[in-house]
């Protein structure tokens, strides 16, 4: 009983990693080869290989420790990488002052 249960943990945390590497991997490339490097980062083909490789170990090797390290590679990409790409392509915000709030601007009660 306690055996089952363990492995099906297990097989959640080996789904879940495949498919934030697939998640990653996607938008990756979705994204303009010219904003990465706008963006000051690496070739748009590097985070494709990288991520490509994370989903493949995810798919046929069972290696925790490679699989590790592409959940790694995944989160440096949506954490890091990913914000920078909305920057530089004007996604994220919606254009706004630096003063607004969650519900309009703030204007120090003026």
Do not use: C, H, T
């Not at 963006?39 to 590790?68: C, E, H, R, Y």
């Amino acid at each position: 009983m306690l055996l089952s249960g363990f492995s099906s943990l297990i097989w959640l945390l080996y789904m879940a990693m495949l498919v934030l590497a697939v998640v990653a991997m996607v938008m990756a490339a979705m994204a303009r080869e010219d904003a990465y490097r706008a963006a000051d980062k690496q070739q748009k083909s590097f985070w494709l290989i990288i991520l490509g490789v994370a989903v493949a170990v995810n798919l046929f090797v069972p290696i925790l420790f490679l699989q590790l390290a592409g959940l790694v590679a995944s989160i440096v990409f949506l954490v890091d990488v990913r914000p920078a790409l909305n920057a530089v392509s004007g996604g994220g915000r919606r254009g706004g002052s630096s003063s607004d709030g969650p519900y309009g601007p703030y204007n120090g009660g003026r």
